[in-house]
T-cell receptor, first 116, second 110 residues
Framework: DAGVIQSPRHEVTEMGQEVTLRCKPI?????LFWYRQTMMRGLELLIY????????DSGMPEDRFSAKMPNASFSTLKIQPSEPRDSAVYFC??????????????FGQGTRLTVV | GQSLEQPSEVTAVEGAIVQINCTYQ??????LSWYQQHDGGAPTFLSY????GLEETGRFSSFLSRSDSYGYLLLQELQMKDSASYFC???????????FGPGTRLSVLP
């Protein structure tokens, strides 16, 4: 398995532009998480999907952020309009259900977003 | 809801043993996990405790005490490559969110 795949790896955009981050979870994993990591705030959980359904989006900072999971193999995190304070590394992670539930989340390599 | 606390930094020398503590408050969780993250990399899974006690995986061991709301990661025979950030994490039983602690930055000195 190729693991969790995120794209792009790096994104530099101007303030006010729309940014879309993409994630392909590991096949067969039912849970998908989006995290944001900064030096100041650490790893913050933004949103969690289970079986493609958003379960908890209480971590989404504000209405500028939205996430979708149209099918089991693809998810997007969109920021519109982007602001400099959104600069961070965004991670997508997936986790299996069944016997491995609650044990291990598999992370993608992250997208480093810089908003100038 | 839940919260996890860890020391922000730990320093040790090569060959030594270091313990990274994690205290938590949670309404219910499946177990305590530990992750390692090198600078510029992604968090990777290290260890997991579903039950109280010690779990050993090579040079790394992890401990959980549910009654004390406490766990730790023990790293033995430290190597330079162990310099990284270490996170404890829990997956809630009810919301099933995967929540990470603030992380402990370990520096291994020669």
């Amino acid at each position: 398995d190729a693991g969790v795949i995120q794209s792009p790896r790096h994104e530099v955009t101007e303030m006010g532009q729309e940014v879309t981050l993409r994630c392909k979870p590991i096949s067969g994993h039912n849970s998908l998480f989006w995290y944001r990591q900064t030096m100041m705030r650490g790893l913050e959980l933004l949103i969690y999907f289970n079986n493609n359904v958003p379960i908890d989006d209480s971590g989404m900072p504000e209405d500028r952020f939205s996430a979708k999971m149209p099918n089991a193999s693809f998810s997007t995190l969109k920021i519109q309009p982007s602001e400099p304070r959104d600069s961070a590394v965004y991670f997508c992670a997936s986790s299996p259900t069944g016997s491995r539930l609650g044990i291990e989340a598999f992370f993608g390599q992250g997208t480093r977003l810089t908003v100038v | 809801g839940q919260s996890l606390e860890q020391p922000s930094e730990v320093t040790a020398v090569e060959g030594a043993i270091v313990q990274i503590n994690c205290t938590y408050q949670t309404s219910g969780f499946y177990g305590l996990s530990w992750y390692q993250q090198h600078d510029g990399g992604a968090p990777t899974f290290l260890s997991y405790n579903a039950l109280d006690g010690l779990e050993e995986t090579g040079r790394f061991s992890s401990f959980l005490s549910r009654s004390d709301s406490y766990g730790y990661l023990l790293l033995q025979e430290l190597q330079m490559k162990d310099s990284a950030s270490y996170f404890c994490a829990v997956r809630e039983k009810y919301g099933q969110n995967f929540v990470f602690g603030p992380g402990t930055r370990l520096s291994v000195l020669p």
